[in-house]
């Protein structure tokens, strides 16, 4: 039986220097999570997808994904050139990555998105991702932080954007994070606004409510939390 490389290389032109460069990604036939966390954290038996998701130009540093912004204005690149690429020491990230160089190039990412005030959503998915990544390790520690600031950049999208298309994914992630993080009565709030809204169409995210709904039940139930373990769900 032949082997199959797990990774495969594209080309991308660095929207900030305009440098050609190459990075990997996970052949599509090989992203098969054995299993996921209800805030879509997946795992995987060979290599992980998510440590592929940034691409870092080995020329000047500027860190993005396939949603980040596609072409910077002056200004933009004015603000990467002061604060990333004049402290660059070039540094190729093209081939297969440890945790480690995976969570470098998330942070760097982070900071190349802050410095150009890209698209809070994808500030936000950083975030989470680099949570994924301190769980991955088991640092818990480190982990809830970086999901309190993900969850405060999520919270940010959807005052900007409300449910306009419906958006159930990013209000069932915010009741997740919430239920992660301790905050439980918040995490019902959520849950409960996600089953209850009529505009909402999205089958799955309603299950899924349902059922975190029911994991936070047993939670509020076990740590005797007050007031809130005889919280009812309306709807659920």
């Not at 410095?115 to 809830?144: C, M, P, T």
């Not at 419906?166 to 997740?176: S, T």
């Not at 169409?201 to 349902?210: K, L």
Request: aromatic share 12%; proline share 3%; with cysteine.
């Amino acid at each position: 039986m032949t082997y199959l490389e797990p990774l495969y290389t594209i080309k991308v032109v660095c929207c900030n220097c305009e440098h050609e460069f190459e990075t990997s990604r996970v052949r599509p036939s090989l992203k098969r999570a054995f299993r996921r966390d209800a805030d879509f954290c997946a795992y995987y038996k060979e290599e992980n997808p998510d440590y592929y998701v940034v691409r870092v130009c080995p020329s000047c540093g500027f860190a993005s994904t396939e949603n980040s912004v596609s072409r910077l204005a002056d200004w933009q690149r004015k603000a990467i050139n002061e604060r990333i690429s004049s402290r660059w020491q070039p540094r190729d990230f093209g081939g297969k990555r440890s945790w480690a160089e995976a969570m470098e190039t998330y942070k760097l990412a982070l900071l190349c998105a802050q410095f150009i005030h890209d698209k809070e959503r994808i500030v936000a998915s950083l975030l989470h991702h680099i949570a994924w990544l301190y769980r991955y390790q088991g640092d818990n520690g480190q982990e809830q932080r970086f999901l309190q600031y993900s969850l405060e950049s999520y919270i940010h999208v959807f005052e900007q954007d409300g449910v306009g298309g419906n958006d159930a994914r990013l209000m069932f992630l915010i009741g997740e994070i919430y239920r992660r993080i301790g905050q439980f009565s918040e995490a019902v709030k959520w849950f409960s606004r996600l089953i209850n809204d009529r505009r909402i169409m999205d089958a799955s995210m309603i299950r899924a409510a349902r059922e975190q709904w029911s994991v936070l039940r047993e939670q509020m139930l076990g740590e005797e939390s007050g007031p809130a373990a005889g919280t009812t769900l309306t709807g659920a």
